[in-house]
């Protein structure tokens, strides 16, 4: 049923949302929206709570807490975005709770029959209808396949999806209503909630995770200090995931790690060194390493991993931007920083320059000459949330991520082994990153040919392209006004389109003959040939810039 155009259900949700925020002290940002959307969440309170502005961050955790798992998974978002929110609030908002009551075994039944199209004992030979952990989206059961393989089987709770879009139907309409106000003019918000919408359905898509589980499977192949449970596709659906079932102790659990014997150093590094293998080499990290999802297998120097729903990703042009930002921090070249940050798209073209300099020059200075073991990962975090939301800063979702996971690799590590440092750990693989990303990607030969390639197609397309633009010129298509003396115009043209055909020409030989040079050590008839062919083209350059500077000087 509806109510003009939108579903009761809709409705009923809106002022639901909107109550809850307006009790919560937020109805200062109720008045910035349009009316036409004011009216969709009902009216607001005489009175609203008087809530002081020190409290509002912690106001804004309990509200989504108390809204939900599309809230609470909004909010686990947005405390990885610091240019949208001020630090008290992505302080609070990496406190939020995902935990729930579990649904009833038979809502879940009925969930595994619909995904099966038969019923769950037909699948397992037995599965627990106690759950060993529940949360917003799905809920965890204990169980044995027909083979007696031990599993866990991750169960979707009933009715979520239909809660979910839902909300994100009310939340676009909120970023639609929300564009016109300050904070619209600063940020595409219907941009920045259908990317949150993407998220949260590939989340529920239990497949994309089993794909993830491979995926870190075949990186770490080689690795015997890590172990990734095995995905049983056959069992797996959109809805439920089924996966090895891992025994060991959480990673966090001290007391049981003691008692078992289990170095905790060593489990700190392994763990360190799994994170920034993922991060560093393969440039696809889990994202969530909460100690729930690590456990110290039997041994103590095995660390199992679960839950695969959210990840990172850098990709190698990424990661060369973070070496070039890394590298001007490093060399303290605070107008560097700022250039890098630009040419990223991190910072806009007009940011404030000088202040943003300033408040990097002081981060620098905080941290100048102090030796690795002082640096701390989750500080230097807490220092960057600042600046990054006063300028503005639009790194990457995934930079954000990978900060806020990288501080709690290093929490639990601490808690492991007070010594720990991972900028130590992590010292030698940045280097061996940096020399595979700047060193080049092909060998010469095709890097020769990939060149030679693109200039040949450029040298035939060149000529038709200057043609095509002449006979427009002639027609008067190419300006909107009539020139005068055009044909002194179109002979300065065609001379300008021959010098720029020379000039690729020439570059390209230049290019090519440099690069054959190294490669001819070996073979000094080759080498002499290589040399001459780029004196040659050198002495073709010089010819074609004093043929550009000599006319101007006889004028």
């Known amino acids: ?81 610091p240019d949208l929110l001020p630090p008290a609030y992505i302080a609070e908002l990496s406190r939020l709770h995902d935990r729930v009551p579990p649904a009833p075994w038979e809502e879940i039944r009925a969930v595994l029959a619909a995904e099966y199209d038969r019923s769950p004992e037909e699948v397992f030979a037995t599965i627990e209808p106690e759950p060993l952990a529940a949360a ?78 491979d995926r870190f499977r075949r990186n770490f192949a080689g690795e015997p200090h890590m172990h990734i449970p095995a995905v049983y596709w056959e069992q797996t659906t959109h809805r439920a995931l089924v996966l090895e079932r891992l025994r060991g102790i959480k990673i966090d659990d001290l007391a049981a790690l003691d008692a078992a014997g289990v170095d905790r150093g060593a489990v700190a590094l392994y763990s360190a060194q799994i994170i920034i293998k993922e991060v560093l ?21 095995v660390i199992g991993v679960v839950d695969f729903g959210m990840v990172g990703y850098l990709d190698e042009t990424l990661q060369l931007e973070l070496i070039r930002l890394y590298a001007a921090a490093v060399e303290m070249d605070v107008e560097g920083l700022a250039d ?22 002081r981060l620098l200075d905080k941290y100048r000459g102090l030796p690795l073991r002082d640096l701390r990962a989750a500080e230097m975090m807490a220092d960057i949330l600042p600046i990054a939301f006063r300028h503005r800063l639009r790194l990457p979702p995934d930079l954000w991520l990978l900060g806020k996971t990288l501080s709690m690799v290093e929490g639990v590590g601490l808690q492991l082994d007070p010594d720990f440092d991972m900028f130590a750990v ?37 000529p038709r392209a200057a043609d095509r633009l002449l006979r427009q010129a002639e027609r008067g298509d190419l300006f909107s006004v009539r020139l005068k003396e055009m044909d002194a115009f179109l002979g300065t043209l065609e001379r300008l389109a021959t010098r ?54 006889k004028r």
């Open 1 to 81: 049923m509806t109510i003009g155009r939108y579903p009761i259900r809709q409705i009923r949700r809106s002022r639901q949302i909107g109550a809850t925020f307006i009790r919560h002290g937020f109805g200062f940002a109720w008045e910035q929206l349009q009316p036409s959307v004011r009216a969709r969440f009902g009216r607001k309170p005489l009175a609203p709570p008087d809530v002081p502005a020190e409290a509002l961050a912690e106001h804004f955790r309990l509200a989504l807490e108390e809204l939900g798992p599309t809230f609470v998974k909004l909010g686990q978002i947005l405390s990885t975005r």
């Open 136 to 213: 917003s989206l799905s809920q965890v059961h204990a169980a044995t396949l027909q083979d007696g393989a031990k599993v866990i089987v991750k169960v979707q709770r009933p009715g979520i999806r239909g809660t979910i879009e839902t909300d994100l139907a009310i939340l676009a309409e909120l970023a639609a209503g929300a564009q016109l106000t300050p904070l619209g003019r600063l940020y595409d918000l219907p941009a920045i909630v259908d990317d949150f919408a993407h998220t949260l359905r590939n989340e529920l898509d239990y497949r994309r995770e089993a794909r993830n589980a």
């Open 281 to 301: 080499e393969d440039g696809f990290f889990h994202a969530d390493p909460h100690p729930g999802n690590f456990f110290v297998m039997a041994g103590g120097d």
């Open 340 to 361: 890098q940050l630009v040419r990223m798209g991190a910072a806009a073209e007009d940011v404030e320059r000088r202040g943003l300099m300033r408040d990097a020059g």
């Open 426 to 462: 992590s010292a030698p693989i940045i280097r061996r990153l940096a020399w595979r990303l700047l060193k080049p990607r092909r060998p010469l030969s095709r890097e020769l040919l990939r060149r030679r390639t693109e200039l040949a197609d450029l040298a035939d397309r060149l």
């Open 500 to 553: 720029l055909a020379i000039s690729m020409i020439i570059a390209a030989l230049i290019l090519g003959t440099a690069l054959l040079i190294p490669s001819t050590a070996g073979n000094p008839a080759a080498r002499v040939f290589a040399i001459a062919g780029f004196i040659f083209a050198s002495a073709l350059g010089a010819w074609l810039v004093l043929s550009m500077w000599w006319p101007r000087r």
